[in-house]
């Protein structure tokens, strides 16, 4: 099976940096998603990571490390249309179906 | 088309009633996933298509629920019966793979509420 952890809420900062980590437990990995959420809407890309490693894009970034079940999605420069739910979702070798966790609810203030 | 469409955008059903939700992904695009997010709760993925291999199926939560895709892009989620508990979000995605690396882009869903 499939476990994934997210901090329910964070708060931040408009102009900070702020960093979302989501670990896993799965058996077979073969790449992580992160999502943007406004409340009221569709899901909305932001990264796809299967190897180790940092990608940058924009003022959003994101890491992972298979070896530790952990990845982290990094904003920069917050404004304050990043106020969102940030979703972490898993595939499985073999799977092509993502196991979502239950998202992490960001608010940035003034 | 601009992206991934989903109709009808608000379904209110009696409980008991078939309903049937349509997805158009974005053209060219040969994957198709449907989610279901229930008030409060992440992703519950249903079901995958790709290009004309047999769709993934495992995620459908009963035999009630059955999608269909035809000539490889439009797809149909009929849930058969439906339950107050099927009341969710239904969601569908398109991807593209280039270089390995996956793009999913999500359609604004169906809001299904079963009275």
């Known amino acids: 099976g499939q476990n994934i952890d997210q901090p329910t809420e964070m708060t931040a900062t408009e102009g900070a940096i702020v960093q979302i980590n989501c670990t896993y437990q799965?058996?077979?990995?073969?790449?992580l998603f992160w999502y943007q959420q406004h409340a009221g809407e569709a899901p909305t890309f932001l990264s796809y990571n299967v190897l180790d490693g940092l990608e940058e894009k924009g003022r959003f970034s994101s890491f992972l490390s298979r070896s530790k079940g952990y990845s982290y999605l990094l904003l920069k420069e917050l404004q304050m249309k990043d106020s969102a739910s940030y979703l972490c979702a898993v595939r499985r070798t073999g799977f092509q179906k993502l196991v979502f966790g239950t998202g992490t609810r960001l608010l940035v203030s003034p | 088309g601009a992206g991934v469409s989903q109709s009808p955008s608000n379904k209110v059903t009696e409980k008991g009633k078939d309903v049937e939700l349509r997805c158009d992904p974005i053209?060219?695009?040969?994957?198709l996933y449907w989610y279901r997010q229930s008030l409060g709760q992440g992703l519950e993925f249903l079901i995958y298509?790709?290009?004309?291999?047999?769709?993934?199926k495992s995620g459908l939560p009963s035999d009630r629920f059955s999608a269909e895709r035809t000539g490889g892009s439009v797809s149909t989620l009929t849930i058969q019966r439906t339950q107050q508990e099927d009341s969710a979000v239904y969601l569908c995605?398109?991807?593209?793979?280039?270089?390995?690396?996956?793009?999913?882009?999500f359609g604004p869903g169906t809001r299904l509420l079963v009275l």
């Open positions: 053209s060219g695009h040969t994957a």
């Open positions: 298509f790709q290009g004309n291999s047999a769709p993934d």
């Open positions: 995605a398109s991807s593209l793979t280039s270089g390995g690396k996956e793009t999913q882009y």
């Open positions: 799965t058996s077979g990995f073969n790449g």
